[in-house]
């Protein structure tokens, strides 16, 4: 139900680290993770790039837009500056980039699928192509805990990657968990839901769990309040505190 790993460094390398880029993925190596969550959005020439934000202006320097700017101009940008000197220079990443980095050092990967607004049926489905493409063998072999979780608060973009990519497992993003999220969730045929753990409760973990689907929550960085959650039978979490919660954490 949840072959992956139960601690998950949250947008590479959490706050030590400049948020979805190599240098957070080697922040979060060089604290023994072996999973990440981050952020894909297409570029507007249509290519996954590793960014939160649709607009320019917090994590790299200036005005615009993912969507309205090539891939190429996105792979340039500075986007280690605001987190501090040291990462000066440090670009924003293709996705593919990222496959390539985790599937060397052996990281499971959450991909979150964040689509500019007007893209969600595009994202959802060029990730989850690119994904059952980079790890075709694994999904022939039936390796599942070695294949990517995709993820997305977008309906949409979930079942565009379910269209395309049907065998890449998908999860559901939810801030609030709704009453009817198990109808929803099996018309997703998603395999986890994965929730802001600050709305959840111990009866809604309990009828998750019962319901057989995964669940993972976002975004844990008090130890007290993960093991509370871990308690609850929540399987896994995200955590920007990469120092205080590490991959072995119970
Ligand atoms: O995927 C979980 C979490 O990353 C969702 O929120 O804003 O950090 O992408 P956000
Ligand atoms: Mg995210």
Redesign the pocket.
Known sequence: MWPYPKIVA??GGGTLAPENTVAGLRAGRAYGFHAV?F?VMLSKDGIGMVM?DPDFGRTVAGAGQVAHTLARDLAAMDAGSWHSAQFAGEPVPYYTQFIDYCKEQGIWM?V?I?PADGFAAATGAWVARVTRDSYADEIAAGDMAQVPLL?S?SMEALAAARDAAPDVPRAW?LDRIPADWQEQARALQAVSI?T?HQHLTLELAASIKAAGFGLFC??VNDPDRAREILLWGVDGF?TDRIDLIGPAFA
Do not use: I, P, Q
Request: with cysteine; charged share 30%.
């Open positions: 949250h947008r969550e952020d939160h959450n979150e964040k993820s608060f993003l994965n802001n976002y975004t995200c």
